[in-house]
């Protein structure tokens, strides 16, 4: 393909890319193909000759697209959101056309540098702890990691390596590897898959603790379990904390939770892949409170704050007890400028040794955005899940769970757990929205997240409406709700929508 | 941003990156800034406000430009290629366009069928044993990653979990900390830096073996560390084998290797970042005898494949044991369609649960270049490796280490390593080329890798032109070297370089 060939090809994608984000409310929100609908459509081997991007497009249209499940689209309601944002999508194309890896300083300067700031206009824009930004005179700093999975194994491979070193420097009477046999990790059983995976990965048992009536973990849970393990001569090495949980979007204690950590010698990471977005809006702040008892601290920018995947963003109060732990040089990656402060080698602060430059679409996002949109953007997700929940809640045959916490409401439908199990399997057939379970304290719920692009309030009713209509068509027998409730809630609802509407 | 400004902004970057790609040999390759450049330039806080977009371009051009390393310039011969292409350009943007995670099949049934089939196509592409792909009727198949590093840190910890548990099935005397304690991992001394970190990262300690006169590690080698091992009480679990090392791009004999290791019940995992892209061409086949037996072989596509940061393709023959070794379900994460073989649940088979649609990139590539344009290319740079190294070695002031393989030329001044030192270093000070030195049995190297996105001949020819030039220049005295020489060879090498054009 030649250069020519590529400005025709790169025009029309972009025009394919506004095209499809602009018109995927005509879409169903789920594809209708079945697992190995591709494999008939395309062929076995590589083709020898090469075809035209035309052609491809036309594949991609065809065959690709129908197997999309569009994130994107206002009615996407499952997990969480996954970022999306027009000058994002442009910041992508400009770091594939650099076409640099900056696994250190040399490999390109601007690479590290632009992440050197970007990390800290967005710890300064979250007002989180002067000690965890690059700026402050200190061995603190941020990165931009690929994943909050990736972030929570990290900050589980440091703190694991820095007991062990503790250890050894003040016990001399245990091996390395009883030491390494006798490690333990904590996390609450309301936490991501991704902290149980980190305890695998990381081979240190993770212990799930329970949670209040709020899901969160406090502090007296995690010290209970801390002396059990002592008692049993087991060493703790860290916390991972979760503010907003993907069940629940629930908080955990880190104000209490600091504390314990802090008193016997327990790395506190905190995971606030979904939630940490809102903390720029300084009425979410008292959420985070104690997170300067942190060690490290990693929110999901893809997530919720319009760039797009990947870019986590994670802070250390004092990195360099990752690089102590992660460093291996080589002759091949020295150069003159090592070491200099401003200018971080992040390869040893990651997993891998190459990086993509993601600082870049961070920082052309921040810009054309603007702190002050960033928070609108926040507080409109936020806004839209109330409005959602206030609907649920004005029909009597649903109960919302807790509360709507930023943008995900749980609810359910009063009584057994099987009619919302169904009334979730009907949904999802039915392809409009979509919606994944939650278990809170042993019940089935609905989660509804705001997800998608642009979503409005319009897309909070068509959900709800939906909801509805399944919930009259399917006849879920639900003891508790009489014939004349359900059949005259809709207009009510109706009147509360327009209600939110105004405000 | 509203969607018509994205048109513009996005249709300006196409002709910026096609623009830039074009022109990048009127750059330096290496840019003039110093640590901290970056910081005087930019403000110390995210703006309130948007910013247009054409400013953000504008400062973007004046600020980050001049502090790129230009890997895509053809002057650039530092690491290894990291691979650029138009078709892979606009695949990330089209990805970036979608929007979508697909950590298991319903987040997008394409994602990961299409990561299936195009697995599949390089696969046999590179002609590996039918049991490691998807198609095949076992529990193997292919899997994009981010990196080698993921891949090798991957294959460590699954190998890792798997020795833990054949060890407690067969030997109930020995605890899991006992066990864990005794893993041990091998890979040679000129490995990347990768396999050791993969070895801290795993808690295994990473045994580093030495090599024969080519870089090789040898089976008897490994035999003799296993034995020791087995001897001291220690357990081997993994061994990390090279085809195309980082420092002179030396091939492990996988035979000899793959042996010892199923005598041994050693897990083999296959190493080749940068060289396995060869392997479509079948005259460097030989060169990967013995593959059968490895569990595990990655190499990066993004590498020399035409496909950019990141693809990391990885291979196993039996992925269930991945699974094993990963898997952690929860009730947000189940689907209908779980579980069935043409739809992995690609989230088991990687460390983070979030991955992005990068098969898309891939499949966009693959298509627009075709089987025969991949090997081209791969042919062409090792041709220009060739032309390049015959103008080193036909200047008798230098000698070619080993010889040139696939694309990569290491070359020294004879004598003291001091005089390569000092020329490497004035070279890298003008920033016309760039290349970095290397260790070769205890002498200083200077590694030129065949790098950019379009290299030619006459940029071999100013590559050794301008390292004549430096030479000449900076006096470096070299006693072996008569003055007669000095000043007469470049006239030879012309007539050198022209025939090789003509070849």
């Not at 494999?39 to 090469?50: D, G, M």
């Not at 309301?190 to 973990?217: F, H, W, Y």
């Not at 300067?292 to 929110?299: D, H, I, P, V």
């Amino acid at each position: 393909m030649d250069v020519n060939e590529f400005r025709e090809f790169g025009k029309a994608a972009v025009d394919f890319v506004a095209d499809y984000l602009e018109n995927i409310r005509d879409k169903d929100v789920l594809p209708s193909v079945h697992p190995g609908y591709l494999h008939k459509s395309l062929p076995e081997v590589l083709p020898e000759q090469p075809e035209g991007w035309r052609d491809v497009m036309r594949d991609m249209e065809k065959f690709i697209l129908p197997g999309i499940t569009h994130w994107q689209s206002p009615n996407f309601h499952a997990y969480f959101p996954t970022a999306c944002s027009y000058p994002a999508i442009v910041g992508e194309l400009l770091t594939s056309g650099f076409g640099i890896v900056g696994f250190n300083w040399i490999c390109s300067p601007a690479c590290t540098e632009l992440e050197v700031i970007v990390m800290d206009w967005l710890g300064k824009l979250l007002d989180l702890p002067e000690e965890f930004l690059n700026c402050h005179d200190g061995p603190g700093g941020g990165v931009i990691q690929g994943s909050a999975s990736e972030s929570i194994l990290i900050a589980a491979l440091a703190a694991r390596e820095q007991t062990v070193r503790r250890l050894r420097e003040e016990n001399t009477e245990m091996s390395e590897s009883d030491i390494r046999g006798r490690l333990i990790a904590y996390s609450s059983d309301q936490s991501n898959s991704a902290v149980e995976k980190a305890g695998i990965l990381s081979a240190m048992p993770m212990r799930l603790l329970g949670t209040d009536s709020k899901c969160a973990l406090r502090g007296e849970t995690l010290r209970q379990a801390i002396e059990q393990d002592l008692a049993m001569g087991n060493i703790p090495s860290i916390c991972i904390a979760t503010l907003g949980t993907t069940g629940t979007c629930a908080f955990d204690n880190i104000e209490e939770i600091g504390q314990v950590c802090r008193e016997y010698n327990v790395w506190l990471h905190i995971d606030a892949a979904y939630a940490g977005a809102a903390f720029c809006c300084p009425e979410y702040r008292p959420l985070m409170k104690g997170v300067e008892l942190a060690e490290s601290f990693n929110f999901n920018v893809h997530k919720w704050m319009m760039v797009n995947f990947d870019c986590c963003a994670m802070w250390l109060k004092n990195a360099d007890l990752l690089v102590q732990a992660f460093n291996v040089d080589r002759i091949y990656l020295q150069h003159r400028f090592q070491g200099q402060s401003k200018a971080p080698d992040y390869r040893h602060w990651q997993i891998s040794l190459g990086r993509r430059f993601r600082a870049l679409k961070l920082w052309i996002t921040l810009r054309t955005v603007g702190a002050e949109g960033i928070r609108r953007h926040i507080r409109h997700h936020v806004h839209l899940a109330k409005h959602f929940a206030a609907l649920i809640a004005a029909d009597e045959r649903f109960e919302v769970i807790g509360e709507a916490t930023m943008g995900l409401v749980c609810f359910r439908i009063r009584g057994e757990c099987s009619a919302t199990k169904k009334l979730l399997e009907k949904i999802t057939e039915r392809k409009k929205i979509y919606m994944i379970p939650g278990n809170v304290h042993g019940r089935i719920v609905i989660r509804f997240a705001i997800c998608g692009m642009n979503p409005q309030l319009s897309d909070m009713d068509f959900a709800f409406q939906e909801i509805q209509h399944v919930l009259n068509e399917v006849h879920i027998p639900i003891e508790e709700i009489s014939d004349k409730i359900r059949n005259h809630f809709s207009k009510k609802i109706r009147i509360t929508a327009s209600e939110e509407r105004i405000q």
